[in-house]
């Protein structure tokens, strides 16, 4: 069995806190979860996982114009260069303070990050490594409060910044000569989104928290003059018609602006009388101004908060988001209302505009949801939500395309592994969800809840069939079911008895009585009709289910039992103990042990904030919950309340591997040492409030102590803690996935790694692939593009291969490359005007390599994708077919009509042309 398992992907979460960005492309949303970034592909209907970790959680990304760059900072400041088509980290960083926004400039070249009171200017790295790839371009100063948005031009000159002290500046990149910041100072509240118009004007729009919106237009010297002096003379023949002024925003001249002003645009403050005429030159070139008529106000509701807006320059729509879970959009400049639509009960936290301005992204931290919305025909292209709080439990479908999970608010949810999104959700549990499981068949999922009942979902359907209960109202904490899903056991936690149900009529069918303490795990053999359950009472029994009421064997474990599995063949019993041991049984015939673990010190975790003693001194957390055979019996893979998952060979009873499902340190019991430092006589100061967003303390005070402005500063907010819950193997083997606090994470084997002779050449660059080409060695030209990854090198190679070498070449190439070779033949297809030649690669590929693909693998979603594309290529066909066939008919029967009405006849094609086009 191989042991190379890598992060794959991260189900049951899809949005955590932070903004939201849109691929340049559109189709693909970016979405932070946790100290990860999730991918949604919105065209394919798919969801991955970037392997790369944060230190904490992110709070802030930005995507480069060109779509390869992403940074991302945490809550610490802490920032992760992400090259997004080699999923790595090429830098990291520490802007050592809390980020508010980060916004990389048109042109690519620049990105400006909130520092504090600062704004921090610096030059975009490059695409390879370097050891300083930071460089610092400008600090710019000037606001009296944390910088909290930025936005730049459209030529990448100018910048403008929103600030907590409700003011907004407007910066240069490089220096101007003459040119000193502008302040905008007419907002009471903080500011929440900035940005300009439109590519042609520098005219911009400022949003505050208390749902103001105002519109600075950009004014040159000479018109300002023309416009004050026509209002001169209106109000001088009108009189009331004071409100219809326009007044400058004045620029401050303080002592701030005077010793920031060589930082901020780099002029000199001992210029001559030259200087002196181009500063007012460029004073007279860059003025805006404000009116009565360009302030606007959203009123919706007394207590509602702008939390965030994005404006769509090209069509001038601004969306935004407030904290009673309303979106609205307006068109900007006459702010006229467009649509509004309530899409949650709770705050949206970020919204996203993709670059066609069809679609829209908002992220609810509270629910963990993830929307996409097309405003135009009110539909939803996507609609996701996590389990609002974590996850207890956790089963793989037979075939292994989908992942039951259930979690403490209730829901059960159905994940598939091919698409990463939830399929299904059933909400009809009022409590914790302590059990899911499959029946063999793979057509029902039951789950067991502290609700005190169990419930069958048909798949097919999505409904609830089945619902079993106890005599008395009780508590299950565990499930079960025979493989042939007629048998339905569940542990009682408040009687400590076992209840069979039948699956076909839902009658109890008994009780199984015995244990003296609540049952913690149930079992059922995979071949014989045997029944284990194990409890707190320190015993593991066996029942015979359909000869004996009574426990055939009762084993003795000598410490509280809290899990427990069979081996596929049905030969050997596991069980796991509150002291860290693992005990392993022969149930062939008596049952006597086999051979013991000590897994205490496998599964330590790290010492908690509100542990008085270290970890290793620490009781908690040392011992195994989950527990699950590998397909052949050879491995188990083992999991507590830690953050490591173990792997063993039961062969040796050896730990082979341990791997960490989360290195999140936002979350606690990750960290096996605390900072000294932050220790004190009543212990971490993590543990107190800190600093945080404003807006979160505000509402927390605020539910906490009704009545008081300031709330009970000693609370203590402890995050949540790193655990495991359950884990389990797929069908195939090929991964493994676990119930954790972080999400469901799956690891599975990298197909990557395969050995590849390619791999060794180190000369492998775009003038060689043409060398090879010229050489017409097809194959080796075909796999050194696909090796660097080029796209566009490689349609180049494929165009070039000869109609009758298509057959050799599909035959030649590697399996490594078949899913990038599918994905190639997609896109030609799809647009190119040889269909034909792509759709004879299209065949000879499905022919050659369709018993190497797997079922379930990408390479099949691709040929689906090269199918579906085929379709839509023949109803193209077939539409331009009869739009010209008329036209052949008219022509051959009015041909002389035609002749002397020719002028009319072109007019009429050209109009079909477009028609059809």
Request: glycine share 8%.
């Amino acid at each position: 069995m191989k042991f190379g398992y890598s992060f794959s992907n991260l189900y049951g979460t899809v949005y955590g806190r932070g903004n939201l960005v849109f691929s340049k492309d559109g189709n693909s949303v970016y979405s932070p979860v946790g100290n990860r970034v999730s991918i949604f592909n919105l065209v394919d209907n798919t969801s991955t996982t970037l392997p790369c970790e944060s230190p904490k959680d992110i709070r802030r990304m930005a995507l480069s114009p060109n779509g390869i760059f992403l940074l991302t900072a945490d809550v610490d400041g802490r920032a992760l260069l992400i090259n997004t088509q080699r999923r790595i980290i090429l830098s990291t960083f520490n802007f050592k303070c809390k980020v508010y926004d980060i916004q990389f400039s048109p042109c690519g070249g620049y990105f400006a990050v909130t520092n504090g009171k600062q704004v921090h200017v610096w030059q975009t790295p490059g695409t390879t490594k370097e050891f300083a790839p930071f460089v610092l371009h400008r600090k710019y100063t000037g606001h009296h409060d944390d910088v909290t948005c930025v936005s730049w031009s459209h030529n990448s000159q100018f910048f403008v910044t929103g600030s907590k002290d409700a003011t907004c500046r407007v910066y240069t990149l490089h220096p101007l000569p003459g040119y000193r910041p502008i302040t905008f100072t007419a907002h009471r509240d903080r500011i929440t989104a900035v940005m300009f118009a439109s590519a042609d004007t520098l005219d911009v729009y400022t949003v505050s928290r208390d749902g103001v919106c105002l519109t600075w237009r950009h004014r040159t010297d000479e018109v300002s003059t023309r416009e004050q002096a026509a209002e001169k003379n209106s109000a001088d023949d009108i009189t009331g018609t004071r409100n219809t002024r326009r007044r400058t925003v004045q620029t401050n001249h303080d002592s701030d602006d005077k010793a920031n002003a060589s930082d901020d645009s780099g002029s000199d403050s001992s210029s001559s009388e030259s200087d002196s005429d181009s500063d007012t030159t460029a004073a007279q070139r860059y003025k805006w101004s404000l009116s009565a008529a360009d302030k606007h106000y959203f009123l919706q509701g007394r207590n509602a908060k702008v939390l965030c807006a994005v404006l769509h320059q090209s069509s001038g729509v601004l969306v935004v988001g407030f904290s009673n879970g309303v979106f609205a959009l307006y068109e900007m400049p006459d702010f006229n209302n467009i649509h509004s639509l309530s899409v949650s009960q709770s705050r949206i936290d970020s919204t996203a505009v993709n670059a066609s301005g069809e679609w829209l992204a908002f992220g609810c931290s509270e629910l963990g949801q993830l929307l996409v919305w097309e405003w135009q025909s009110e539909t939803y292209v996507l609609k996701q939500q996590g389990h609002r709080t974590d996850m207890t439990t956790l089963a793989y479908s037979p075939d292994g395309r989908y992942i039951a999970s259930g979690g403490l608010d209730g829901k059960v949810k159905l994940w598939s592994t091919v698409s990463g999104f939830a399929t299904v959700t059933f909400v009809e549990h009022s409590a914790e969800i302590t059990g899911t499981v499959f029946t063999q068949n793979g057509m029902v999922v039951l789950s067991a809840s502290l609700d005190g009942t169990v419930r069958a979902f048909d798949l097919v359907r999505y409904r609830n069939f089945r619902t079993f209960t106890s005599p008395e109202p009780t508590q299950f904490n565990c499930l079960g079911v025979d493989p042939s899903g007629e048998l339905v056991a569940a542990g009682c936690g408040d009687s400590f008895d076992i209840c069979l149900w039948s699956m076909k009529t839902g009658r109890l069918l008994d009780i199984l009585a015995g244990h003296e303490a609540p049952v913690s795990a149930v079992e059922f053999s995979p071949t014989r009709s045997v029944l284990a359950s194990s409890s707190w009472d320190g015993s593991t029994r066996i029942w015979d289910i359909f000869e004996h009421k009574a426990a055939k064997d009762t084993l003795e474990i000598g410490s509280d039992v809290v899990a427990v599995t069979f081996r596929p063949d049905g030969r050997e019993l596991a069980c796991s103990a509150l002291n860290g041991q693992l005990t392993f049984f022969d149930v062939t015939g008596p049952a006597n042990v086999v051979a013991t673990i000590e897994g205490r010190k496998d599964v330590q975790g790290g010492r908690k904030i509100l542990d008085r003693i270290s970890a290793a001194n620490s009781n908690s957390g040392k011992c195994f919950t989950s527990l699950c055979y590998s397909a052949d019996g050879m491995c188990m893979i083992a999991a507590g309340a830690t953050k490591y998952v173990c792997i063993y060979e039961l062969g040796q009873h050896v730990l082979l591997k341990r791997f960490t499902v989360s290195s999140n340190l936002s979350l606690d019991g990750v960290q096996h040492y605390l900072n000294s430092k932050l220790m004190g006589s009543a212990g971490s100061k993590a543990a107190f409030e800190g600093e945080g967003d404003s807006d979160d303390d505000s509402r927390r005070r605020a539910s906490e102590l009704p009545g008081v402005a300031k709330g009970d500063f000693s609370t203590r907010r402890v995050p949540p803690e790193l655990r495991t819950s359950a884990v389990r193997f797929s069908p195939t083997g090929r991964s493994w996935a676990a119930a954790t606090t972080a999400g469901l994470v799956v690891f599975s084997l990298d197909d990557s790694i395969t050995f590849d002779p390619f791999e060794l050449d180190i000369e492998v660059t775009p003038a060689n692939v043409e060398a090879v080409l010229a050489q017409e060695e097809y194959t080796k030209a075909l796999v050194m593009a696909f090796r660097l990854g080029e796209m566009t090198l490689a349609g180049t190679v494929l165009d070039a291969v000869p109609f009758d070498h298509v057959t050799l070449v599909a035959r030649s190439v590697p399996r490594t490359y078949l899913g990038r070779l599918l994905s190639l033949l997609a896109i030609k297809v799809g647009k190119s005007r040889q269909l034909e030649l792509y759709l004879h690669w299209a065949c000879q590929v499905r022919w050659v390599h369709a018993h190497r693909a797997d079922s379930r693998g990408p390479c099949v979603l691709w040929m689906r994708h090269v199918h579906s594309i085929c379709a839509r290529t023949r109803v193209r066909l077939f539409v331009i077919c009869l739009g010209v066939w008329p036209c052949v008919q008219v022509c051959n029967m009015h041909g002389r009509f035609l002749k002397d009405n020719s002028a009319k006849f072109m007019v009429g094609l050209r109009d079909l042309q477009r028609s059809l086009s």
